[in-house]
């Protein structure tokens, strides 16, 4: 494309209109960014609860929560009974999961959980910004929101976590889960079914062995051979770094919660999260 227009027009012209083009993009993106001032501090002094996917989230009576305010995550469509929980927000924000081949049985099959959860009239579904399109094009009916992770909450602890502005950066789609909770304004976040079983699975892809009860819902042979597709796009050395991360910024979300004077807590029995106060879910509903 750039060749034919520059068989037409002047090489600055191309590049002016490459500028506009960029422009006007980067303006309607941080518009989008904007629309986030309408939940800060929405839920103020309220508790919310974080489902992870991890084998765990089956123990739970899902009638205890069904007057709760729930964020999920993910693939928890695949869950039979999902909507027994009373969700109201949705969070994406892999990259493997918006660079489908719609040709692909496993790719379909995860584009249809995917509408499966965003499409429920009361959620709200949050992705990253850099998706924009994506949600525009394949997704342009559900109730959407968008953040901008542009920095690590490491080194900045002391500056306020916002949605209408940059955001912070994770490789775990529970922690921008809880960094939206926290700009919502809720006092007390609760996380459930967060064993963090991502590394779990990268050992178990490579060395070919079964899924069966590393998340809460059962692995479809497609959904089995997506993630073996992934395995096979990194290097097990990048996993191992990603899930120190993981580990680590579970560590300062937790440090910036108690700076901020915000109660985060760990209902999950067992799992990898060592740095977040656990507490028992029956006594949080008692």
Known sequence: MKKLLKSVF????????????????????????????????????????????????????????????IFSVNQIARLNDFNKFNILFHVWADPYFFNLDFNKEE?????????????????????????????????????????????????????????????????????YAISIAIYMGFTNIYLLGCETTSLLTSIKTRLEMDLTNTYSYSISNNENNRLK???????????????????????????YCTLNKINLYNCTPGGLIESIRRVNLNDVLK
């Open 107 to 175: 790719d379909y099959e995860l584009f249809k959980t995917m509408k499966k959860v965003s499409e429920l009239s009361e959620v709200t579904t949050f992705f990253p910004i850099d998706q924009i399109e994506f949600v525009l094009r394949y997704l342009p009916n559900i109730k959407s929101g968008f953040f901008l992770p542009k920095y690590s909450l490491r080194y900045n602890l002391n500056k306020k976590i916002r949605m209408d502005s940059i955001f912070p950066s994770y490789y775990n789609v529970v922690q």
């Open 10 to 69: 002047s090489e600055r012209i191309i590049d002016q209109a490459s500028l506009f083009i960029f422009k006007n993009f980067a303006k309607y993106n941080f518009k989008k960014i904007n629309e986030n001032s309408k939940y800060y501090n929405k839920f103020s002094k309220n508790r919310c609860f974080i489902l992870g996917n991890g084998p765990s989230l089956n123990q739970i009576d899902k009638n205890l929560l069904s007057k709760e305010i």
């Open 229 to 255: 597709k992934i395995s096979n796009m990194t290097s097990y050395e990048s996993d191992l770094f990603n899930n120190l991360k993981v580990i680590q910024d579970y560590k300062y979300l937790n440090d």
